[in-house]
């Protein structure tokens, strides 16, 4: 019998914390808890780290950040500066994707 390959490449496949849609991972941005206990986004999304996912969405990351989601994702309660730096860079995402000039 012939076995034919399949041609269709693996994605992986993520949630967002904040609305629980699934998508694929490169559409998704990375949190993660670093060694000091800091949350950090990770760009690479190779950095060591427990992480959690949030949608290129202002309201994702408005109530991600605000509710217990990021606490219990990344099992750490985040200092309100570093929520506002997080908060900020959301921000500045989202309106990228909105004026279509997303840069991956």
């Known amino acids: 019998m012939n076995q034919r390959k399949s041609t269709s490449k693996f994605v992986p496949m993520r949630t967002c914390i904040a609305c629980r849609t699934e998508k ?33 969405d202002m309201a994702c990351w408005e109530s991600g950040l605000k509710g217990s989601y ?3 994702a990344l099992k750490i309660a985040i200092t309100p ?22 840069d991956k």
Not at 30 to 45: A, I, K, M, P, Y
């Open 24 to 56: 694929a991972k490169q559409e998704l941005i990375r949190l993660v808890r670093t060694e000091d206990n800091d949350v950090r986004v990770d760009h690479s999304g190779r950095l060591e780290g427990r992480g959690a996912y949030l949608c290129r």
């Open 70 to 72: 990021i606490t219990h």
């Open 81 to 102: 500066e570093n929520r506002e730096e997080l908060l900020k860079y959301g921000r500045e995402v989202c309106e990228v994707k909105e004026n279509g000039r997303e």
